[in-house]
């Protein structure tokens, strides 16, 4: 079963913060994040292993509740790079299932 | 490194033509997807493979088949090409199930 991310579409100015959120019914061995711009290829951007754990480079994190089976993508002050639509992964078994995916834009 | 790579880039298919995707990988990765991405859709895994010798089936396997005699390649097949499967198709690989996945440029299919 896919996962579900909310909100579908965001639209920011640039140096505005925004959380995108990933949610599973099962539970969930890994959760990936990646970014495509249109018309190319999906764009790893962090991986969470384990529950709890929370990762984050340059101005954009991620965290991760095994628990509640969820994941959330943190990009802060945004720039107009950080356009495009994020996708949240979840592995089990081998088995990635993707989300519909978060459409971002920035403004200037 | 080339990375990933799929050929062709674009295609397109008559009702019930067949034809085969390459993706080939020249980072020893053993495992390597095949999905299938839709307007307003993520990406939906089709077959993947663990290793040389091995596939198994993902979410929406129907209607297509592949193969792994090479640990670099990954083979996708159509046999009879439908309108319903006039989609972008993204191969990628990974070293490990829990690691980061690597995607090739994407081959543009169109089935008339």
């Known amino acids: 079963q896919q996962p579900v991310q909310s909100p579908q579409a965001v639209i920011l100015r640039e140096g505005e913060d925004a959380v995108i959120n990933c949610s599973s019914s099962?539970?969930?061995?890994?959760v990936h994040w990646y970014r495509q711009k249109h018309g190319e290829a999906p764009v790893f951007l962090m991986i969470?292993?384990?529950?709890?754990e929370q990762k984050g480079h340059d101005k954009i994190s991620a965290s991760f509740n095994e628990k509640k089976q969820q994941s959330s993508l943190y990009l802060t002050a945004s720039q107009l790079s950080y356009s495009g639509t994020y996708f949240c992964?979840?592995?089990?078994?081998?088995?990635?299932?993707f989300g519909a995916g978060t459409r971002l834009t920035v403004k200037p | 490194n080339a990375g990933v790579t799929q050929t062709p880039k674009f295609r397109v298919l008559k009702t019930g033509q067949s034809m085969t995707l390459l993706c080939a990988q020249d980072?020893?990765?053993?495992?390597m997807y095949w999905y299938r991405q839709d307007p307003g859709m993520g990406l939906r895994l089709i077959h993947y493979?663990?290793?040389?010798?091995?596939?198994a089936k993902g979410e929406v396997p129907d209607g297509y088949n592949v193969s792994r005699l090479k640990k670099q390649n990954f083979l996708l097949g159509l046999e009879s090409a439908a309108p319903s499967q006039t989609s972008v198709y993204f191969c990628?690989?990974?070293?490990?199930?829990?690691?980061?996945?690597?995607f090739g440029p994407g081959t543009r299919l169109t089935v008339l």
């Open positions: 990628a690989s990974s070293p490990l199930a829990t690691d980061t996945q690597y």
């Open positions: 992964g979840t592995e089990r078994l081998h088995d990635m299932r």
């Open positions: 969470l292993l384990k529950g709890g």
């Open positions: 099962k539970a969930l061995y890994s």
């Open positions: 980072m020893n990765h053993e495992y």
């Open positions: 493979s663990v290793g040389e010798g091995t596939t």
